[in-house]
């Protein structure tokens, strides 16, 4: 009999604590299989953020550093800047790189950090019971906005990727969606583009965010978290490539 | 050379590779130097956003086994709580230097003391410890950061190089010292890819039944082992004194000539500094308190390390301040007058 689909070395042969339909676990495959498919196990350093992904480093088998709630691009400059032959990237929910963390990935791009971001955008915040992320969007209904999140107090659902594209040491930012599998296997082709970037030293930063389906805190069936991202989600935040200074 | 160059250029001896950095009075001649400095020995200078952000790339920096260091301020100390709270968690070494000035708030950017609780307490959440060490002249600023780079090795953690903004700033004449010290451990878990063994994982979160008071019994037992091992202190006349004067850094020096005026006046006086800070030379003021009837804590502070010799003390003697707040800082004379005040009614 033929293989047509096996584990990747770098993914961790042990079940996850992700709840059922989660997109943590297939972006955690696609991070694993592009790590092998490149070669560079032996010398990355993946961050992991604090959020539902905090304990990547049990399903990821590289070195790896769980870090401040939103701190990771300062911890990756720090690893980068006295490890530049070293790959470094960090994975960081929309909590962690939008909220909290606000200061330090405008300043990691702005600087131009030679790192890999890869940045989940589940509309909330999972990890604490389904609050509403900067990334919540308009009339949805979260743990913190009972009657849906309205413009009035709460702002509009915030586009990181748009705004990060305006600072030049951004050099490659692609939104991309976990919805299906041919959405899937775009983020892969993205997330791989952007750990190439940096194995080739390109002098800038490279963030994909990817939608990514929470069942749990919207409520739905894993197949209506994949339909609502592929209906909703994508209106607030359009899928695409917003910059690749490298194939411009 | 001032007291922050002087530290500065004696951290890049002591084999300083990262510095990262916010800007903030009075230690601003820190990151100016290191700018300079660390790119021409090919090592590395960031500015950073901010002191939040500092912090963490120290954090990162040191995680793949680099020594890496932060200078600042004590507002820019305060944002960097989260960071060494983090620190001590994942037991990464770390060297973070607070030039203090007034507060609270933004406070002003006088000399000030009133930092030591926050760095011999922790000062972020959670049951942890800093070493801390406390320069009294721009030689010790120099000398003290070679010993806060193997200690910070040594025993996986942060030590605080805690100063004052005349230490910073005055002027004297130095002699850098370039010997290696201490026999370090090799950084056998530090992040550097996973070549030929298991992955490294550096971490704070600890999960399951018992593994956080697991962890924190080991972070106990360590931090005893240095309470035992590594306390710092230099004492002056105390075995016959009837007053002892207990400082550290800038006070101390400030402390020494009214000493020696006292007992040119004819009062058995005496004076004791603690070097580290934390750990705190408890055995050494206990023990002078067996003989002294008097201690007198002289501090830029409303009274912090009071609280340490009292501890120390346990009754045994009387304790009293002398404090300076909010960037006031003593005069020999201030300090003289108190000390009669304290001794001569006794005498009459
Ligand atoms: C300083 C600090 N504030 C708050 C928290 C609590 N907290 C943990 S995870 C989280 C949000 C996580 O949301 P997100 O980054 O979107 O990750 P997700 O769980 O959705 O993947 C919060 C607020 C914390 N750990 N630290
Ligand atoms: S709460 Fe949401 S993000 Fe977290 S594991 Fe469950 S489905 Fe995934
Ligand atoms: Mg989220």
């Known amino acids: 009999m033929k293989t047509v689909f096996k584990r990747t070395p770098t993914l961790k042969d042990c079940p996850t604590h992700y709840c059922p339909g989660c997109g943590h676990g297939i972006a955690h495959r696609l991070v694993a299989e592009i790590i092998d498919e490149l070669g560079i196990r032996s010398r990355t350093i993946g961050i992991a953020p604090v959020g539902c992904a905090v304990l990547a480093y049990d399903y990821l088998d590289v070195d790896m550093i769980e870090v401040p709630h939103g701190r990771p691009p300062a911890v990756a400059t720090g690893m980068k800047r006295t490890n530049p032959d070293k790959i470094i990237f960090s994975y960081q929910g929309d909590g962690d790189l939008a909220a909290i963390g606000t200061a330090e990935i405008i300043h990691a791009a702005h600087r131009g950090e030679q790192i890999t971001v890869i940045f989940i955008n589940n509309a909330v915040f999972g990890m604490t019971g389904g609050q509403m992320a900067p990334t919540t969007v308009l009339g949805q209904v979260t743990a913190t906005t009972p009657k849906g999140r309205n413009r009035t107090g709460e702002g509009y659902p915030l586009q990181i990727s748009e705004l990060l594209a305006a600072l030049p040491g951004a050099i490659y930012l692609e939104r991309c969606s976990l919805h299906n599998p041919a959405q899937i296997s775009k983020t892969k082709k993205a997330i791989k583009h952007a750990f190439e970037l940096q194995i080739e ?40 490539r917003l910059k690749d200074v490298a194939g411009e | 050379m001032c007291g922050n160059e002087a530290l500065a250029e004696a951290a890049i001896i002591a084999g300083l590779d990262a510095y990262f950095g916010y800007p903030i009075t009075p230690q601003n001649e820190i990151p100016a130097y290191m700018s300079r400095r660390m790119p021409e020995e090919g090592r590395v200078f960031v500015q950073s956003e901010s002191e939040l952000a500092a912090i963490n790339m120290v954090f990162g920096a040191s995680a793949t086994g680099k020594r890496a260091m932060t200078s600042s301020s004590s507002p820019g100390i305060s944002l960097m709580q989260e960071g060494l709270s983090y620190l001590a968690g994942a037991e990464l070494p770390a060297v973070v230097v607070n030039v203090m000035r007034g507060g609270p708030g933004l406070g002003n950017i006088a000399p000030s003391q009133a930092d030591y609780f926050q760095a011999t307490r922790g000062g972020g959440h959670g049951d942890y410890r800093t070493i801390t060490l406390a320069p009294a002249s721009v030689q010790e600023m120099a000398d003290c950061m070679p010993l806060a780079f193997d200690l910070a090795d040594q025993y996986r953690m942060t030590v605080i190089v805690l100063a004052d903004g005349i230490l910073g700033q005055m002027m004297e004449p130095i002699v850098l010292d370039k010997k290696k010290r201490r026999k370090l451990p090799a950084k056998d878990w530090a992040l550097t890819g996973a070549t030929g063994r298991e992955q490294n994982i ?35 006349e105390v075995d016959d004194a009837e007053i002892v004067v207990v400082a550290y850094g800038i006070a101390a020096r400030i402390v020494r000539p009214a000493v020696n005026k006292a007992r040119q006046a004819g ?53 009293l301040l002398y404090g300076r707040p909010g960037g006031g800082v003593p005069t020999v004379d201030e300090i003289l007058e108190r000390i009669k005040q304290l001794t001569l009614p006794a005498k009459r």
């Open chain 2, 202 to 236: 550096v971490r704070s979160l600890w999960l399951g039944e018992t593994a956080l008071e697991n962890h924190n019994y080991k972070l106990q037992a360590k931090y005893e082992n240095i309470q035992k091992n590594e306390v710092l202190c230099e004492q002056y």
């Open chain 1, 201 to 240: 030293g390109a002098e800038g930063l490279a963030l994909v965010e990817v939608l990514s389906p929470c069942p749990t805190y919207w409520r739905m069936t894993p197949v209506k978290a994949m339909e609502w991202i592929e209906k909703e989600m994508t209106k607030v935040f359009p899928l695409g």
């Open chain 2, 267 to 319: 009062i058995k006086a005496g004076w004791i500094r603690p070097i580290t800070l934390w750990p705190f030379p408890t055995e050494q003021i206990s023990r002078a308190a067996d003989q002294m009837r008097i201690f007198l804590t002289v501090e830029m502070s409303n009274g912090q390390m009071v609280e340490d010799v009292k501890l120390a003390v346990a009754g045994k003697a009387a304790v």
